[in-house]
Nanobody
Framework: QVQLVGSGGGLVQAGDSLRLSCAASGRPLSTLSMAWFRQVPGKEREFVASISYRSGRIYYLDSVKGRFTISRDNAKNTMYLQMDSLEPEDTAVYYC???????????????????WGQGISVTVSS
């Protein structure tokens, strides 16, 4: 399995931006589907965005579409989540995920992925 290490979280004000990074080792990113999830206390882990293996198809949670951008740099073996126009509702612990299979169009499930990074704390104040 690929090993994933996330970074880039922090405390920001509403309207600010953050970029989360997820560095992969053990397998090339080009062979993986990747995604970002987030979780807040008392709620289930929520899908945020994904980019599929081979096709490169990208899908976003409706509430972040137009504000968040998922991308990957295969040369650096790193996936990113650029978060712009952050809102207090974006406050959560974010997780990157990877898996060896292509993704269907739509929301991905946790079970679609077999590798996970550590949680990255993002706090957005109003």
């Amino acid at each position: 399995q690929v090993q994933l290490v996330g970074s880039g979280g922090g405390l920001v004000q509403a309207g600010d931006s953050l970029r989360l990074s997820c560095a992969a080792s053990g397998r090339p990113l080009s062979t993986l589907s990747m995604a970002w999830f987030r979780q807040v206390p008392g709620k289930e882990r929520e899908f945020v965005a994904s980019i599929s293996y081979r096709s490169g198809r990208i899908y976003y949670l409706d509430s972040v579409k137009g504000r968040f951008t998922i991308s990957r740099d295969n040369a650096k073996n790193t996936m990113y989540l650029q978060m712009d126009s952050l809102e207090p509702e974006d406050t959560a612990v974010y997780y990157c995920a990877g898996g060896p299979t292509s993704l269907r169009f739509g929301v991905s499930l946790e079970s679609d992925f077999d590798s996970w990074g550590q949680g990255i704390s993002v706090t957005v104040s109003s």
